[in-house]
């Protein structure tokens, strides 16, 4: 099973709102990954698990906070967002995080912010 | 830091016409990887180059990675209407972080590729 799932598909909030994005991998991955996507643009790291250590901050504001329960479960809490944060949020993994292997993506989360 | 630059940004083919897209980086790689993202899709890992010089293929796709490992080019040989989508090249740079090393995967800007019926 090679599938990255995440939840839910459209997201529409307030900038007063508070909400989650999930991410779900069962292929034993140890390193997780947001990216955050704006149209016509590549993928854009946000944050990095590796062995459910947060291993690398983009230096992403604070209203974004990642949070990782265990090694196949990967959440990005939302609150006090901006319009600007509209995008694509794609969740990854891959084996360790050793930058030789692999990212598989999943479908992505697509967010308005109102 | 390190760069990809990835060229040309659109391409828009006939049907049947072949198509190249090159990637190169500012620094040393010790490999690159290539995705595609069809229109409303998320990227989709095609292949991984490691070697000086690899060439692979995957039927009418040849991906090749440089002698000296920073760059790269796809060639899809007659275009048809399902290779519609963005490719993207990607390099992995070291991050420094906590006295620990990690990766991170650096992008090309991606080229879209439209093919006409």
């Known amino acids: 099973d090679t599938e990255v799932t995440q939840t839910p598909k459209h997201l529409v909030m307030g900038m007063t709102n508070k909400k989650s994005l999930k991410c779900e991998q069962h292929m034993g991955h140890r390193a997780m990954y947001w990216y955050k996507q704006k149209a016509k643009k590549p993928p854009e790291l946000m944050f990095v698990?590796?062995?459910?250590?947060?291993?690398i901050n983009e230096s992403v504001p604070s209203r974004f906070s990642p949070e990782c329960p265990n090694s196949s479960l990967l959440n990005l809490h939302l609150h006090a967002l901006q319009p600007e944060d509209s995008a694509l949020y794609l969740c990854?993994?891959?084996?360790?995080?050793?930058?030789?292997?692999?990212?598989?993506f999943g479908p992505g989360t697509r967010l308005l912010v109102l | 830091g390190q760069q990809v630059m990835q060229i040309p940004q659109y391409q828009h083919v006939q049907e049947g016409e072949d198509f190249t897209t090159y990637c190169n980086s500012s620094?040393?790689?010790?490999?690159i990887q290539w995705y595609k993202q069809r229109p409303g899709g998320h990227p989709v890992f095609l292949i991984q180059?490691?070697?000086?010089?690899e060439v692979k293929k995957q039927k009418r796709l040849t991906f090749q990675f440089g002698e000296a490992k920073k760059n790269s080019s796809l060639h899809i040989t007659a275009t048809q209407t399902t290779d519609v989508g963005t490719y993207f090249c990607?390099?992995?740079?070291?991050?420094?972080?906590?006295?620990?090393?990690?990766?991170?995967?650096?992008f090309g800007k991606g080229t879209l590729l439209t093919v006409n019926p």
């Open positions: 180059l490691v070697k000086s010089g």
């Open positions: 698990y590796s062995y459910e250590k947060l291993s």
């Open positions: 990607a390099g992995p740079r070291g991050v420094e972080m906590g006295g620990g090393s990690n990766y991170k995967l650096t």
């Open positions: 990854a993994s891959s084996q360790d995080g050793q930058g030789v292997e692999t990212q598989y």
């Open positions: 620094t040393t790689l010790s490999n």
